[in-house]
């Protein structure tokens, strides 16, 4: 079993920043795919940003050039740092881990960008 802890969601005004962490523990082996989705009510959850055990990253179109995921193999731990926040980037961030056979997903943390 996999364990996903998120943390660093918040308040920002428009044009700030915040950076989101993600500590994975638990059965953890091999490579994985570790990222961020986000979710608003009434809609699908939608991929914000996912990076290999390799380092290869995917981002949504929306969030390129403002967004950055990085990984921290050694404390199996994912972060997003978030620049030049919207209002439109207002939502859940929910953890995910990929082992190939499994998904799972943290318990999200709130965004939230307004003035």
């Known amino acids: 079993q996999v364990q996903l802890v998120e943390s660093g969601g918040g308040l920002v005004q428009p044009g700030g920043s915040l950076r989101l962490s993600c500590v994975a523990s638990g059965s953890l082996f091999g490579g994985y795919i570790m990222g961020w989705y986000r979710q608003a009510p009434g809609t699908q959850r939608e991929l914000v940003a996912v990076?290999?055990?390799?380092?290869?990253?995917n981002y949504a179109d929306s969030v390129k050039g403002r967004f950055t995921i990085s990984r921290d193999k050694a404390k199996n731990t994912v972060y997003l740092q978030m620049n030049s926040l919207k209002p439109e980037d207002t939502d859940v961030y929910y953890c995910?881990?990929?082992?190939?056979?499994?998904?799972?997903w943290g318990q999200g943390t709130q965004v939230t960008v307004s003035s």
């Open positions: 990076i290999s055990r390799p380092g290869t990253t």
């Open positions: 995910y881990l990929n082992t190939g056979a499994r998904a799972y």
